[in-house]
Nanobody, 122 residues
Protein backbone atom coordinates (compact mmCIF):
# COMPACT_ATOMS: atom_id res chain seq x y z
CA UNK A 1 0.00 0.00 0.00
CA UNK A 2 1.41 3.36 -1.04
CA UNK A 3 0.69 6.40 1.07
CA UNK A 4 1.30 10.02 0.15
CA UNK A 5 0.93 12.81 2.68
CA UNK A 6 0.97 16.45 1.58
CA UNK A 7 1.72 19.32 3.93
CA UNK A 8 2.62 23.00 3.84
CA UNK A 9 -0.60 24.55 2.61
CA UNK A 10 -2.10 27.64 4.17
CA UNK A 11 -3.51 31.12 3.73
CA UNK A 12 -1.18 33.74 2.27
CA UNK A 13 -1.42 37.10 0.57
CA UNK A 14 -0.80 37.57 -3.12
CA UNK A 15 2.88 37.84 -3.93
CA UNK A 16 3.94 35.62 -1.05
CA UNK A 17 5.51 32.17 -1.15
CA UNK A 18 4.70 28.70 0.13
CA UNK A 19 6.48 25.38 -0.05
CA UNK A 20 4.45 22.19 -0.21
CA UNK A 21 5.88 18.80 0.72
CA UNK A 22 4.71 15.32 -0.17
CA UNK A 23 6.10 12.33 1.74
CA UNK A 24 5.77 8.89 0.15
CA UNK A 25 5.76 5.66 2.11
CA UNK A 26 4.85 2.05 1.60
CA UNK A 27 7.00 1.17 -1.37
CA UNK A 28 10.31 1.95 -2.99
CA UNK A 29 10.51 5.47 -4.36
CA UNK A 30 13.04 4.32 -6.90
CA UNK A 31 12.28 5.02 -10.51
CA UNK A 32 8.97 6.75 -9.92
CA UNK A 33 7.98 10.13 -11.24
CA UNK A 34 6.05 12.54 -9.05
CA UNK A 35 3.57 15.21 -9.93
CA UNK A 36 1.61 18.05 -8.38
CA UNK A 37 -1.93 18.83 -9.40
CA UNK A 38 -4.50 21.27 -8.06
CA UNK A 39 -8.26 21.42 -7.97
CA UNK A 40 -10.39 24.47 -7.31
CA UNK A 41 -14.10 24.14 -6.45
CA UNK A 42 -16.13 23.26 -9.51
CA UNK A 43 -13.02 22.59 -11.61
CA UNK A 44 -11.28 19.45 -12.75
CA UNK A 45 -7.95 18.41 -11.31
CA UNK A 46 -5.32 20.46 -13.13
CA UNK A 47 -1.70 19.59 -13.81
CA UNK A 48 0.84 21.86 -12.12
CA UNK A 49 4.30 20.24 -12.30
CA UNK A 50 6.05 16.90 -12.55
CA UNK A 51 9.53 15.57 -11.94
CA UNK A 52 11.28 12.43 -13.05
CA UNK A 53 13.22 10.08 -10.81
CA UNK A 54 16.62 11.67 -11.51
CA UNK A 55 15.34 15.23 -10.93
CA UNK A 56 16.91 16.15 -14.24
CA UNK A 57 13.54 16.12 -15.94
CA UNK A 58 10.86 18.55 -14.90
CA UNK A 59 7.75 19.82 -16.58
CA UNK A 60 5.46 22.72 -15.68
CA UNK A 61 2.07 24.04 -16.63
CA UNK A 62 2.34 27.37 -18.45
CA UNK A 63 0.33 29.04 -15.70
CA UNK A 64 3.05 28.37 -13.09
CA UNK A 65 6.22 28.35 -15.18
CA UNK A 66 8.78 30.73 -13.73
CA UNK A 67 6.96 30.96 -10.39
CA UNK A 68 6.84 27.35 -9.14
CA UNK A 69 9.70 24.90 -8.76
CA UNK A 70 9.35 21.16 -8.23
CA UNK A 71 12.14 19.19 -6.60
CA UNK A 72 12.65 15.92 -4.78
CA UNK A 73 14.80 14.36 -2.09
CA UNK A 74 15.03 10.69 -2.97
CA UNK A 75 16.81 9.84 0.28
CA UNK A 76 13.75 11.08 2.16
CA UNK A 77 11.09 9.90 -0.32
CA UNK A 78 9.80 13.45 -0.49
CA UNK A 79 8.85 15.81 -3.30
CA UNK A 80 8.50 19.57 -2.89
CA UNK A 81 6.71 22.38 -4.67
CA UNK A 82 8.17 25.82 -4.07
CA UNK A 83 5.53 28.40 -5.00
CA UNK A 84 6.59 32.02 -5.39
CA UNK A 85 4.68 35.13 -6.44
CA UNK A 86 1.40 33.46 -5.58
CA UNK A 87 -1.76 34.79 -7.16
CA UNK A 88 -5.41 34.49 -6.07
CA UNK A 89 -6.00 32.18 -9.04
CA UNK A 90 -3.53 29.71 -7.49
CA UNK A 91 -6.10 29.04 -4.77
CA UNK A 92 -6.96 25.33 -4.78
CA UNK A 93 -6.44 22.02 -3.05
CA UNK A 94 -3.02 20.75 -4.10
CA UNK A 95 -2.45 17.03 -4.57
CA UNK A 96 0.69 15.01 -5.19
CA UNK A 97 0.69 11.81 -7.16
CA UNK A 98 2.96 8.94 -8.19
CA UNK A 99 3.37 7.80 -11.79
CA UNK A 100 5.62 5.65 -13.92
CA UNK A 101 7.21 8.51 -15.82
CA UNK A 102 6.37 12.19 -16.18
CA UNK A 103 2.65 12.52 -16.86
CA UNK A 104 0.38 15.54 -17.31
CA UNK A 105 -2.91 13.64 -17.18
CA UNK A 106 -4.32 12.86 -13.75
CA UNK A 107 -5.66 9.53 -15.03
CA UNK A 108 -2.09 8.31 -15.52
CA UNK A 109 -1.19 8.63 -11.84
CA UNK A 110 -1.39 5.51 -9.72
CA UNK A 111 -1.61 6.95 -6.23
CA UNK A 112 -2.66 10.26 -4.69
CA UNK A 113 -2.38 12.06 -1.40
CA UNK A 114 -5.31 13.59 0.45
CA UNK A 115 -4.47 17.14 -0.62
CA UNK A 116 -3.51 20.35 1.12
CA UNK A 117 -5.42 23.63 0.83
CA UNK A 118 -3.68 26.71 -0.54
CA UNK A 119 -5.58 29.98 -0.33
CA UNK A 120 -4.18 33.19 -1.77
CA UNK A 121 -5.90 36.41 -0.82
CA UNK A 122 -5.75 39.55 -2.94
Amino acid sequence: QVQLVESGGGLVQAGCSLTLSCAVSGRAFIGLAMGWFRQAPGNEREFVAAIGWSSGSTYYADSVKGRFTISRDNAKNTVFLQMNSLKPEDTAVYYCGVARGIQVLAANYDYWGQGTQVTVSS
